[in-house]
């Protein structure tokens, strides 16, 4: 029991770690993008950039988001189809190789330029290190720690995605993107109403507020183009 509860506590860091991270991400430096990137590379989601930034941030409140949960869809459907979803970021990949090297490219050359193989590699070299340095004990920290980072984050994906949807019109056009699709309203309700929150995902030029001890952070989070 105290292992476990452990490891939900450890776990928990991890997902407070994810939105600094996430916020790190959409800035326009480099080293912040570097940074952020970092911060899901510890739980084996390096990839969580490029599908958030060229994915989700398109498709928020479609069908097509794997981000966003369907209505009357139970969390614990939602996240293993949206973790394994993300994988789906090697075949966009694939796809851009093959634009810019021609469709008859050879599949190592597909795999060795696609970003998810080295994102394995990243993975693996860091549980590796861990095994070599510090045995199997430290490395069996790790996979917990990954597992609830995921968990965490996934929990707050599907908090504030659930159940939105944009409207097609006749032409098959989603409408354009509005404070109703990214959780805002339902997130000031449900933060003004459980005051025992430290914090929340930050999305979609959403100003919020959250309280941890006595201190209250004040957090911008700024657009940036999905072109």
């Given amino acids: 029991t105290d292992y476990l509860l452990f490891s939900m506590v450890w776990g928990f860091f991890c997902g407070l770690n994810a939105i600094g991270g996430h916020e790190l991400l959409h800035k326009k430096e480099m080293i912040n993008k570097v940074a952020g990137t970092w911060t899901y590379t510890k739980f084996f989601y390096s990839h ?25 869809e139970s969390v614990w459907a939602f996240i293993p189809v949206h973790s394994l979803a993300l994988i789906g970021t090697a075949g966009r990949e694939s796809v851009s190789i093959k634009k810019e090297l021609g469709d008859d490219v050879a599949t190592t050359l597909i795999i060795f330029n696609n970003k998810m193989t080295h994102y394995f590699l990243l993975h693996a070299t860091i549980c590796s290190a861990i095994y070599w340095f510090l045995g199997w004990e430290s490395l069996k920290y790790q996979f917990l720690y990954a597992f609830w980072g995921v968990f965490y984050l996934e929990l707050i994906n599907y908090i504030e995605h659930y159940g939105l949807l944009r409207k097609k019109d006749k032409e098959g056009i989603y409408e354009s993107i509005n404070k109703m699709h990214h959780g805002t309203a339902c997130r000031r309700q449900l933060f003004s109403e459980s005051r025992d929150t430290a914090t929340t995902m930050l999305t979609h030029s959403d100003l919020i507020k959250f309280s941890a001890v006595s201190m209250k952070l004040h957090i911008y989070h700024l657009n940036i183009s999905t072109a």
Avoid: Q, Y
């Fill in 48 to 72: 969580f950039l490029d599908e958030h930034i060229k994915g989700h941030h398109k498709t928020v409140a479609t069908l097509e988001d794997p981000a966003t949960a369907r209505k009357n």
